[in-house]
């Protein structure tokens, strides 16, 4: 197994991801929010921020079961593996039907009591909430075929068939609009859409694990004991991060009402796309981290060391130039983008975009803890920020808005991970915070000051008539940031250390396509 190849064709896969997503959301978002309307739109995201919820029924096993397989992957025990899968099988499909019954209970009695929403709107929330629910319940048992996905550590499968699954839900959701459908045609066609990759994710875990054999009669009581073992932490995790997601939209509906959902979606969405662009190397750590984890020798601690300082570095140097960019043009992106009516949005943006910061550098170390076998300190700290987080929400809103609900999200936050999980993750690879530090932030930092300046240098001299516009002379901050960073932040040995991997990776990609050539007689210039 090649875990620098994997790696490489994973984060290269999971750019594209991006890419489909970002492009999607920049040119969908308002094209939705105007066939929909405010409150329309906004119905929607409050519904499906219910829904969210029920994902907690997973109970932690998604990851639990990803570190039991891929413990047991990296001592050759096929059998075990097997067992595993099968029995969470059996144990995700009684999960779906809890999953179902509580939406359906939902819909029935929960909506029709829901603070602030209209009697004209219950049958459509009911409609959105059931048809999201049968997506939400059948996903459960497939699971599985992610976890031997991930565990094989073969993410470009699963980013392939996400990027295409996106791009057909993406011109569905166009076409019906465009023809004059609503929100309910919109979402019936995504969730059949999303029924339909669940084929292709399981034709990715053949591919990744040919030795898969999925058998109910090899149910194991005893492995869900195993598994529970470390799940019911990364369950608590998942509340905390739930709570912390999804939280906001569902208290900003019930005091604010659905237009003001709409109006903060704006942020989410975009302070979401920061941390996408920034993070998609963390998502990929954590079977890593298991394996090494698993060596424990002075080797595998130097690596976990070095993957902590490395992740960290190259997460803190995106998030710092895209924040900087973020910060300088928020006001006439939303609103060439949005249109007139979203300006609130701007505010709530700015103070998610600075906590973004924390958010994508805290990544890495999340991955340490729980690859580490911390995730106890990590499940408890997350719930204490996510109920601080509800609570200053709670009080926030009703006196400032939606500025109120971002800080809220942002103060516990911030808080928890520079002085608890920080500290943490440093002594489990034994570094100091100081050392740790200035060899992560001191490059971003740099940087950040060149393109701050550069940035309102280009505010204050031109003004900014087209959304074109303004993403053009945001890359033109982007590559004064990228280039201070590389000249000023950057010593000689990392500089020529990241040169030699971008020729390897580069090295590497080219024999993928030459191999491509070789079977299928295509020229290189064609695939």
């Known amino acids: 197994m090649n875990v620098g190849w994997n790696l490489v064709a994973g984060t290269a896969t999971r750019y594209l991801l991006l890419a489909v997503n970002v492009c999607l959301g920049i040119f969908l978002m308002p094209f939705t929010v105007r066939h929909l309307g405010a409150n329309e739109y906004g119905l929607w995201m409050l519904v499906a921020s219910m829904t969210a919820y029920f994902q907690l029924l997973d109970l932690g096993y998604g990851n639990g079961l990803v570190r039991h397989v891929a413990a047991a992957d990296a001592r050759g025990d096929t059998a075990l593996i097997n067992r595993l899968l099968s029995t969470f099988v059996v144990v995700y499909a009684g999960i779906g039907l809890v999953a179902g019954a509580g939406i359906a209970a939902l819909a029935i009695w929960a909506l029709p009591r829901f603070p602030r929403l209209q009697l004209s709107q219950i049958s459509e929330a009911r409609f959105v909430l059931l048809v999201i629910g049968i997506r939400v319940a059948a996903g459960f048992p497939m699971t599985v075929f992610g976890a031997a996905t991930t565990a094989r550590q073969r993410f470009a499968l699963n980013n392939m068939v996400a990027a295409v699954t996106a791009l057909l839900s993406g011109a569905l959701t166009f076409a019906l609009l465009a023809a004059g459908y609503r929100v309910r045609a919109v979402v019936a066609g995504s969730t059949a859409i999303s029924l339909c990759s669940y084929v292709a994710y399981a034709w990715t875990a053949k591919r990744a694990f040919p030795e898969l054999r999925l058998r109910p009669a090899a149910f194991s009581p005893s492995l869900i004991r195993q598994v529970t073992a470390f799940s019911m932490y990364v369950f608590i995790l998942d509340i905390a991060i739930q709570i912390s997601v999804n939280i906001d939209n569902i208290v900003i509906g019930a005091v604010l009402g659905t237009a003001a959902v709409a109006v903060f979606a704006v942020a989410v969405r975009l302070s979401d796309f920061q941390r996408q662009v920034s993070n998609q190397f963390n998502g990929m750590m954590f079977p890593i981290v298991v394996r090494y984890s698993a060596a424990g020798d002075s080797e595998a601690l130097d690596r976990l060391r070095n993957m902590m300082i490395e992740g960290t570095r190259v997460a803190l140097t995106l998030v710092f130039g895209i924040t900087v960019c973020l910060m300088t043009f928020a006001a006439p992106l939303v609103s060439r983008w949005m249109g007139p009516g979203f300006e609130g949005s701007v505010l709530p943006l700015q103070v998610l975009a600075v906590t973004g910061i924390v958010i994508v550098g805290q990544g890495p170390l999340g991955n340490i803890l729980l690859g580490t076998g911390r995730h106890r300190l990590l499940a408890c700290v997350s719930l204490g920020e996510a109920i601080a987080n509800l609570i200053l929400t709670v009080i926030l809103v009703g006196r400032y808005g939606l500025v109120g609900a971002a800080v809220g999200t942002a103060a516990p936050l911030v808080l928890a ?77 990392i500089r020529a250390r990241y040169s030699a991997y971008a020729r390897r990776s580069f090295v590497a990609v080219l024999g993928a396509l030459t191999a491509i050539t070789r079977r299928t007689g295509a020229s290189p210039a064609t695939i």
């Open 417 to 493: 991970n520079l002085f608890i999980l920080l500290p943490a993750a440093c002594r489990e690879v034994r570094i100091s915070i100081t050392d740790f530090l200035r060899a992560v932030a001191v490059a971003p930092a740099v940087g950040a000051v060149f393109a701050v300046a550069a940035g309102a240098a280009l505010r204050h001299s031109f003004a900014l008539p087209s959304l074109g516009r303004i993403f053009v002379e945001g890359a033109a901050v982007g590559v004064v940031y990228l280039i201070a960073v590389w000249l000023f932040g950057f010593d000689a040995t």
